[in-house]
């Protein structure tokens, strides 16, 4: 015969094993009645704002290509995609396009949520136009030493600006949004997120990845007869983009090779090359002034989905560029009609160096074919990057104007009669800059 078990005590003991497995005053019964149904908050105002940012997608056009050949080695094409030719000026249209939507979609921005992003200048503008696009305020968060310029193309939108020093950005916008009760867009930490790096095949709500775009276009050229890029050359600041590239590149089996062109004392190339500083700060390894807008890391340490968005299992290369090489580069861009920013000079120096050692060790058929993007206009730089005095004043330990001359002259002979710019200017002009 079984053990018979009073109702008294069964209940006594379920009431130890909850009391063992609850917290005080948490009730095992459920919250909400069964059999019932119950709605959510009105999704109105959301519908409304996505709606809003497709019609912005189907107004971004295009922007054009433009191929960039040189006598030094005429059997290479460069060809840059310029996003200077967005409505705010800059790569980080698209950019602050796909960060705004991932935020409507998760639900993190509703009507009444003030925004807050940490910048150097150009992600700030171009989220403040898709903040006044769907109606909630926005507040930047910029270094103390920001531009005029970059100020002004900020506040045209509607901005409001809150100026820190520039190592404490991303942890002051994070700190006044959680006292504001706003949203930190963190753009370091969510970029890989929210770019995309899907086909949309004939769906007409379009891809708004920017190697989605460049193919299509390669595409319909009938003069392009490479129509998949060899290489394409980025540096990185959130490394969204680059990791959105190489994300697409890999999933669609694309034959592009990825190659990240890092800054001289960044950070970032260490890390996606041997994995460092991902628990160590490397702060103290850096160099002011750096190339404005990339290259950094906002704390020093490479946290991914906090600090940093690049996914290092999609590069295939990795190359540093003395600042000093990029900032002269600016200047020989601009002698050749080009107005781009400092990741234009950085990619510059690597695709000259990059075609120099491709051409030389690795003969083809077809004609070399590298791409990269023209991500902000050089005119932002004019009273920096692209201003004697300044350079001689802020550059002063990368070898001041005497360093910037040589490897401006470099460059032009690296364009005029071939050779590899990097391995030229790292012979004749570091001789007066940091080891």
Same mark, same amino acid.
């Given at each position: 015969?079984?053990?018979?078990?009073?109702?008294?005590?069964?209940?006594?003991?379920?009431?130890?094993?909850?009391?063992?497995?609850?917290?005080?005053?948490?009730?095992?019964?459920?919250?909400?009645?069964?059999?019932?149904?119950?709605?959510?908050?009105?999704?109105?105002?959301?519908?409304?704002?996505?709606?809003?940012?497709?019609?912005?997608?189907?107004?971004?056009?295009?922007?054009?290509?433009?191929?960039?050949?040189?006598?030094?080695?005429?059997?290479?094409?460069?060809?840059?995609?310029?996003?200077?030719?967005?409505?705010?000026?800059?790569?980080?249209?698209?950019?602050?396009?796909?960060?705004?939507?991932?935020?409507?979609?998760?639900?993190?921005?509703?009507?009444?949520?003030?925004?807050?992003?940490?910048?150097?200048?150009?992600?700030?503008?171009?989220?403040?136009?898709?903040?006044?696009?769907?109606?909630?305020?926005?507040?930047?968060?910029?270094?103390?030493?920001?531009?005029?310029?970059?100020?002004?193309?900020?506040?045209?939108?509607?901005?409001?600006?809150?100026?820190?020093?520039?190592?404490?950005?991303?942890? &002051?916008?994070?700190? =006044? $949004?959680?006292?504001?009760? #706003?949203?930190?867009?963190?753009?370091? @930490?969510? !970029?890989? /997120?929210? +770019?995309?790096?899907?086909?949309?095949?004939?769906?007409?709500?379009?891809?708004?990845?920017?190697?989605?775009?460049?193919?299509?276009?390669?595409?319909?050229?009938?003069?392009?007869?490479?129509?998949?890029?060899?290489?394409?050359?980025?540096?990185?600041?959130?490394?969204?983009?680059?990791?959105?590239?190489?994300?697409?590149?890999?999933?669609?089996?694309?034959?592009?090779?990825?190659?990240?062109?890092?800054?001289?004392?960044?950070?970032?190339?260490?890390?996606?090359?041997?994995?460092?500083?991902?628990?160590?700060?490397? &702060?103290?390894?850096? =160099? $002011?002034?750096?190339?404005? #807008?990339?290259?950094?890391?906002?704390? @020093?340490? !490479?946290? /991914?989905? +906090?600090?940093?968005?690049?996914?290092?299992?999609?590069?295939?290369?990795?190359?540093?560029?003395?600042?000093?090489?990029?900032?002269?580069?600016?200047?020989?861009?601009?002698?050749?009609?080009?107005?781009?920013?400092?990741?234009?000079?950085?990619?510059?120096?690597?695709?000259?160096?990059?075609?120099?050692?491709?051409?030389?060790?690795?003969?083809?058929?077809?004609?070399?074919?590298?791409?990269?993007?023209?991500?902000?206009?050089?005119?932002?730089?004019?009273?920096?990057?692209?201003?004697?005095?300044?350079?001689?004043?802020?550059?002063?330990?990368?070898?001041?104007?005497?360093?910037?001359?040589?490897?401006?002259?470099?460059?032009?002979?690296?364009?005029?009669?071939?050779?590899?710019?990097?391995?030229?200017?790292?012979?004749?002009?570091?001789?007066?800059?940091?080891?």
């Amino acid at each position: 015969m079984e053990p018979r078990v009073s109702l008294r005590l069964l209940a006594g003991l379920l009431g130890i094993v909850v009391a063992q497995h609850f917290p005080s005053g948490f009730s095992p019964e459920p919250l909400l009645a069964g059999g019932r149904t119950f709605f959510m908050a009105d999704d109105s105002w959301r519908r409304d704002a996505i709606a809003k940012m497709w019609l912005e997608r189907r107004s971004m056009v295009y922007t054009p290509l433009f191929k960039f050949n040189y006598p030094g080695n005429p059997s290479v094409d460069l060809i840059f995609k310029n996003e200077t030719a967005s409505k705010t000026d800059t790569l980080k249209h698209r950019y602050a396009w796909a960060l705004m939507m991932w935020a409507l979609v998760e639900g993190n921005v509703g009507p009444n949520t003030t925004v807050f992003e940490a910048s150097s200048g150009n992600t700030a503008a171009s989220l403040a136009y898709m903040c006044r696009l769907v109606g909630v305020p926005f507040i930047a968060v910029v270094p103390n030493t920001l531009e005029d310029t970059k100020l002004g193309h900020i506040t045209q939108y509607g901005a409001k600006i809150k100026k820190v020093d520039n190592l404490l950005r991303w942890t &002051e916008a994070g700190r =006044i $949004a959680q006292e504001a009760n #706003g949203f930190f867009m963190n753009q370091f @930490g969510n !970029a890989d /997120k929210a +770019e995309e790096f899907h086909e949309s095949g004939n769906f007409p709500l379009e891809s708004v990845n920017v190697f989605h775009e460049f193919l299509a276009q390669l595409s319909a050229d009938s003069n392009q007869a490479v129509k998949h890029p060899h290489f394409f050359v980025m540096p990185v600041g959130t490394g969204g983009t680059l990791s959105s590239v190489g994300k697409y590149v890999k999933k669609y089996g694309v034959p592009t090779q990825l190659v990240f062109a890092d800054t001289q004392y960044s950070l970032m190339g260490d890390y996606a090359l041997m994995g460092r500083f991902v628990n160590e700060s490397g &702060e103290h390894l850096v =160099i $002011a002034p750096g190339m404005a #807008g990339i290259g950094t890391l906002p704390t @020093g340490r !490479a946290v /991914k989905g +906090e600090t940093t968005s690049l996914d290092r299992g999609v590069l295939d290369r990795v190359m540093k560029i003395p600042d000093m090489a990029s900032t002269a580069a600016m200047a020989v861009l601009q002698r050749f009609g080009i107005d781009g920013g400092t990741s234009s000079g950085v990619n510059l120096v690597a695709m000259l160096s990059l075609a120099a050692q491709e051409t030389s060790s690795n003969p083809r058929n077809d004609r070399l074919t590298i791409a990269t993007l023209l991500a902000d206009p050089g005119h932002f730089y004019a009273a920096s990057y692209l201003n004697r005095t300044w350079i001689s004043e802020k550059m002063s330990r990368h070898g001041g104007l005497t360093a910037y001359d040589c490897w401006t002259q470099v460059i032009m002979s690296a364009l005029e009669l071939g050779g590899d710019p990097l391995m030229m200017g790292l012979e004749r002009c570091q001789s007066a800059a940091l080891p």
